[in-house]
């Protein structure tokens, strides 16, 4: 159950980039010999005229391309020019022509950081922090890539080394709490929950994250608890309501659960896994009208999860309508042949249709899959657990 975006956390941190960045400012030359062409550019960078020195620049390159001097410069007047992904091809064609320049490598990760290219800035950023093995700042943005590559392991040592630098950054705190949540090093994410929710008591994206890390650990008296708080610091929050309703659904407390589906939706009316979610507690509350309403919804949603598409299949065998029923199953395990109830519905539904050897051969399917789910539950620590499937009431 993840549900923070990496994407608002990442650009919360851009800032951090335009103080990061060797500007190469301070001085006229990268070690090489200037040419009148070329401290003309270099000035016309000093009184902020960058567009007509990326002209200059630029005419530099096509006169001296083996110029790592014209090359370098290009790229950062384009980095100053917000052209980030310009500036890209003219640092890696410096970085070409002298791999060893200082400072260049942290100019190519920030421009490949600022262009949202998270995995490609890991590796010059790599190579900067041996340049600098002592900056702390260089540490965070490395973190950071890592983190918004999806890289989490990788992310963790360093955010744990910006944090011990900067101790009282509890955005930063959140960043590794997340990133140790979603390697499921559950205790780091704990740690520095206490250490946010000691400053920021109604932090609410503290309480998720505990909830969250409380989950993966199966106490989920205490992930509920935790989300509760969240709903009561911020109910207007992303989530949160459907954080704590998924929570009450995998307790099979569906009146409860199907409450805070309904006000995540107030919040966000497009939220595909409430609306869902949703729809499969009205049909465990027997509530089969409201349901088939409710799903008719969400299947016409951009992201629409699995469970619909089973309740779907649900609701059309009861109602006898196999045909569409089998094609409900079918998209069902389309998009996750690896769960069981998609398999075994489809089985009991070909088996009433007198379709023995299809019913056998989903039967097979179930139940190797139901052996396979039962050998890797160590493995699947952080998942949710499952409710039983819904029986439609008559």
């Not at 630029?58 to 950062?76: D, F, H, M, Y």
């Not at 729809?279 to 509530?287: N, S, V």
Request: hydrophobic fraction near 40%.
């Amino acid at each position: 159950m993840r549900l923070f975006c990496r994407a608002g956390l990442l650009l919360s941190f851009v800032w951090m980039a335009a103080g990061l960045s060797f500007l190469h400012a301070q001085g006229p030359a990268r070690n090489q010999a200037q040419s009148r062409e070329s401290l003309q550019a270099l000035q016309l960078e000093q009184q902020g005229r960058f567009a007509e020195a990326e002209q200059a620049w630029q005419q530099i390159t096509v006169q001296n391309p083996r110029s790592v001097q014209a090359w370098a410069q290009l790229g950062l007047v384009r980095a100053r020019l917000e052209e980030y992904p310009s500036a890209i091809p003219a640092y890696e064609h410096a970085l070409k022509l002298d791999p060893k320049l200082p400072g260049l490598q942290l100019d190519l990760g920030l421009a490949y950081f600022k262009t949202g290219k998270f995995r490609e800035a890991v590796l010059p950023l790599r190579a900067a922090a041996t340049e600098k093995p002592d900056d702390a700042g260089l540490k965070t943005l490395l973190g950071m890539s890592y983190f918004g590559s999806a890289q989490y392991r990788e992310a963790v040592p360093y955010l744990q080394a910006s944090v011990k630098a900067s101790p009282e950054n509890l955005q930063l705190r959140g960043v590794l709490a997340q990133s140790c949540l979603y390697d499921k090093q559950y205790d780091c994410t704990l740690e520095q929950y206490k250490q946010i929710i000691t400053v920021d008591p109604d932090s609410v994206q503290a309480h998720m994250l505990a909830g969250e890390a409380f989950d993966g650990l199966h106490r989920t008296l205490e992930a509920i608890s935790e989300f509760e708080q969240a709903v009561k610091a911020s109910p207007k929050e992303p989530n949160v309501h459907f954080g704590l309703g998924y929570l009450l659904w995998t307790q099979r407390h569906y009146e409860e659960a199907a409450q805070q589906f309904q006000q995540e939706l107030e919040n966000d009316p497009t939220h595909a896994q409430a609306m869902a979610y949703l729809g499969d507690a009205q049909i465990r509350l027997g509530e089969n009208d409201a349901a088939r309403a409710t799903l008719e919804k969400a299947v016409k949603l951009p992201d629409t999860v699995r469970i619909v598409w089973l309740d779907l299949g649900i609701l059309h065998a009861a109602d006898q309508q196999n045909d569409e029923a089998v094609a409900d199953f079918l998209h069902a395990i389309e998009m996750d042949p690896s769960e069981v109830d998609a398999h075994w519905r489809l089985a009991r539904l070909y088996q009433s249709m007198g379709k023995k050897a299809e019913a056998q051969a989903e039967f097979a399917k179930a139940r190797k899959l139901h052996e396979e789910t039962d050998e890797g539950l160590v493995r699947r620590m952080s998942g949710g657990h499952a409710a039983p499937p819904p029986q439609p009431q008559q």
